[in-house]
């Protein structure tokens, strides 16, 4: 079995939109480096001057090196039949990956990470940086930030972790089945291991115990697996994987609560790499209000988080679409309803369907009194069921419980649990906050298996 030691140089911290400035590719027995390859590459783009001054690389030595194309068969020659090491392999495996793709050749090879093996098989140091670490086994590098000697201290630290590997874990790595090199170098293969297939919402954490992203699953392992796959070569997924450290999770008795507590969480938490959901707020509610005349007025206004509303919406149409039916169907006024605007009184008092509020005509007590049927309606409209569906285990089932057209919350009940009582069913259920987008999840899963849906 032969190794390649590898070590890169670039412009930048991620593979599709920056070039290898340096290679060097050390082609290791198990025993010693038995062939080499160094060379500069003209990265056809500038060399920033912080990586410069890191380097030492600046854009006059690369100006007359080969391209990556003009060198990617030999590289591939080099890499394809072995196993591509790296000290954090996936950083210079994307790299090389995506160039010799642009270069018309497909690298399909195992890959061994000296970050994870060395945590394994070298444990209790406080970095696992290639320059503390060295310094900590006293491996010398010479010409640090260079591809060549990093690449040398590399395969010195590959030797040590052959010497150190007395049960055969860096063949087990490479086996099939393992996929450790998948995993981020950062996170211990043990926090995937405790994953269970259930639905679930799972949090990825930084080395602070931060929670940087928040996700759901229908299948907490094989979901939170899928996250380390795949050729996404940006800037923002190298960042990503490299700050996760820890995995939490929550096991849930159905994907739907996942989601629900999925969307929940997003807004508790706020991590940084959550964005979609972040973006998705009631834009719109119907509210209510005396004005300095004791008239109850019904007012569209933009969703406001600590004034309740009557009823929330996506759209100020939908909104008054809603108005326009109590409108209607209650006689109320268009202009104490801020549909019309103006002094005079409102059109439908001349066509008979207003009793005259807007014109003093009509006193506060009987108008506030159809405004009362229109609020009663509305709520009579708004549906209050449960969803029931599966537990955890065989000895519980789930319930959501949806109240007069808000969600109320979620949780576990026994099989001999009286669901039709409101009040004994929050009880065992924990409250949490309502918003359109988890009502519309709840809604369209009820309807889509009725059987599911018991109504209070």
Partial sequence: MFYA?????????FAAGNGITEISILVHDGSSVVDRYDTLINPQQEIPAYIEALTGISNAMVADAPLFEEVAEKIYGLLHDKIFVAHNVNFDFSFVRHQLALSGYQLLCKKLCTVRMSRKLLPGHASYSLGKLCKALDIEINNRHRAGGDAEATAVLLEMLFQADTEGLILQTLSRGAKEQALPPNLHRSEVDKLPLSPGVYYFKDQKGKVIYVGKAKSLKKRVCSHFTGNNTSRQRQNFLKDIHNIDFEVCGTELMAFILEATEIKRLWPENNRAMKRFEQKYGLYAFEDQKGYTRLGIDKYKKDVPALFSFNTLLEGHNLLRILI????????LCCIQRGRAACTAHAEGNCAGACAGKESAAAYNVRVKYATEQLKAMLPSFALIDHGRNEDEHSCLLVEQGKFYGMGYISHHADITEPAMLKSALQAYPSNDY???????????????????
């Fill in 438 to 456: 988890i009502l519309n999840m709840i809604i369209s899963h009820a309807e889509a298996f009725p059987q599911k849906k018991i109504a209070i």
């Fill in 328 to 335: 209607r169907e209650h006689l109320l006024c268009e202009k």
């Fill in 5 to 13: 030691v590898v070590d890169i140089e670039t412009t930048g911290g």
